[in-house]
């Protein structure tokens, strides 16, 4: 059994970025920047949004951190969309999910300027990635599709399972590798909460992609021997043990599963550094398109 180790790869990513960075600046070019709109103080947002904007300072970008107060109207959140969109300082930007109840997330994503939208998440880089045309590709299914082509995983004609359909990864893994290129040819399933007999399909996959946000719910019994693994759930459980109160547990339940699988992401440390990794390829990506 392998461990795909997400953390040592995305480390590799963005060294790679970081050089490219050290020679845009030694030919005088600007250097990528990166804006995060962070909408009030849930725990787990700010720790994803601060890892991307550490991330940013380790390897040479500029970052802008927005962070605006939980009960922010609609309106004045798309007008600080408006501001990013036309501010030329900045490659690209996110916007951190979830948003609060009041806001109606498809309105704010639509709001981005697709060339900005290094997440995405807008209609029209969703449609240009199902064409296969050059876009931003959301970060966790290009940061999964990395780590399958990195580990040289095939997929090429392989069964591969998808465990939830959501817009973030579920439905764009599902397209991407089914899609002919690196880490696609797959035949691929997506499996959700109606779906019947669901062990019965998972026992069949070679690779399954468990992003469902119900934790250690595929258990050994549900999977053949030799099955790659791709975990992307990441709950946090209460942990009396644990000194902030909670551990992190993915979607698959690694003691009984990796007893079976060949590979196998962990978590922490799989798919979750690969995300925040391929989040900055797509700004340097922007950086690149931007003035073009
Ligand atoms: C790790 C996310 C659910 C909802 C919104 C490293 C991250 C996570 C784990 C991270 C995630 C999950 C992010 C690890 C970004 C991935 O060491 O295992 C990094 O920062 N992620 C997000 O921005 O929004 C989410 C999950």
Redesign the pocket.
Known sequence: MTILDG?KVSNDIKDEIAEHVKSMISKGEKVPHLAAILVGSDGASMT?VN?KVKACERIGFNSTLIELPEYISEEELLEKIHDLNTNDAIDGFIV??PLPEQIDEQKVLMAINPDKDVDGFHPVNVGRMALDLPTFLPATPYGIMELLERYQIETSGKNVVILGRSHIVGRPISILMSQKRKAGDATVTVVHSRSKNLEDITREADIVVAAIGISEFLTGDMVKEDVVIIDVG?TRVPDATKKNGYRLAGDVHYESVSQKASYITP????V??M??AMLLKNTLLARERHNK
């Open positions: 953390k994803y890892a951190q999910l990441i978590v922490p440390g799989g979750g550094p995300t925040i």
